[in-house]
């Protein structure tokens, strides 16, 4: 019944969203190509404080205008569900999500960021091979934790998450990292992403209803959606706030309007 109700109210924010024309960013995880669409866009870089609306690709003709149903349009909608949406924030802080951070020993975790994944069928792009800790950096790493919640059947055929099992012990070789103020693109990569044996990924196929905990660290991947099913998710990022160095020159940070907020409520 939750992930019902957080699919209904998705679809209610799709419905009202105001597409502005500068928005309408393609969202990739192809190295260059994120740059390009991620770096130069402002509207990326400051939505860790906002609720902001990313495309697939394809979903727009020349001139900006839908060719695909605007419900089917879109990759995610990031990067502050937690914090201005009632329901994501009653689940994100729910005695279910509280437990398994104590049983953990979380001891001051904080949010860091939201998305609702759609995986949209037949469109929903490949995420390749990454560590979430490329994009949120700490010091010491081992620091940050995604929790994958998935609100429909997340199977083989609509682009299940698969995983390098053990790969979470061997560091991160690439960071996303923001520019000095006044430079384009706005974020650019240090190092690059290995290449990874594809016979060593297993998938992790979950029911409605299930979660995944991602650390940091592993090596994990999803391929397209070619299936008719799309494969929502709604998904977050913890991170052990004591005695941790959240790094300054990650694209995401903390605001006057939202402080990282405490997990334990």
Same mark, same amino acid.
């Not at 693109?185 to 190092?191: E, K």
């Not at 650390?215 to 004591?242: K, L």
């Given at each position: ?120 069928? *037949? &469109? ?9 800790? !490329? =994009?949120?950096? /700490?010091?010491?790493? #081992? +620091? ?26 061997? *560091? &991160? ?9 006044? !430079? =384009?693109?706005? /974020?650019?990569?240090? #190092? +690059? ?73």
């Amino acid at each position: 019944q939750e992930c019902d109700e957080l699919r209904q109210r998705m679809a209610e924010i799709v419905e009202r969203m105001d597409v502005p024309e500068h928005c309408r960013t393609t969202f990739s995880t192809y190295h260059d190509e994120q740059l390009k669409t991620q770096g130069n866009a402002d509207y990326f870089i400051t939505s860790g404080d906002r609720i902001r609306f990313f495309f697939e690709k394809g979903v727009f003709d020349d001139k900006g205008e839908f060719i695909v149903p605007k419900q089917r349009s879109l990759n995610k909608v990031g990067h502050a569900l937690h914090a201005y949406e009632p329901l994501y924030e009653k689940v994100t802080h729910s005695p279910k999500v509280q437990g398994i951070a104590k049983k953990l020993g979380l001891v001051s975790p904080v949010i860091l960021q939201s998305m609702f994944i759609f995986k949209q069928p *037949g &469109i929903g792009g490949e995420v390749t091979p990454h560590q979430d800790a !490329t =994009f949120l950096y /700490t010091e010491p790493l #081992g +620091r940050v934790m995604g929790v994958w919640i998935a609100l429909e059947d997340a199977t083989i055929n609509n682009g299940c998450l698969w995983f390098i099992p053990g790969s979470h012990n061997s *560091g &991160i070789t690439r960071r996303m990292v923001r520019t000095p103020k006044g !430079t =384009f693109p706005l /974020t650019d990569f240090i #190092g +690059r992403e290995q290449t990874y044996d594809d016979e060593k990924f297993v998938a992790a196929p979950v029911k409605k209803g299930g979660v995944i905990l991602i650390h940091g660290q592993v090596v994990h991947r999803s391929a397209e959606n070619t299936s008719e099913e799309s494969r929502h998710v709604y998904t977050f990022h913890i991170m052990e706030a004591q005695q941790t160095r959240w790094s300054p020159d990650n694209w995401l940070q903390p605001t006057e309007d939202l402080p990282f907020p405490p997990l334990y409520t």
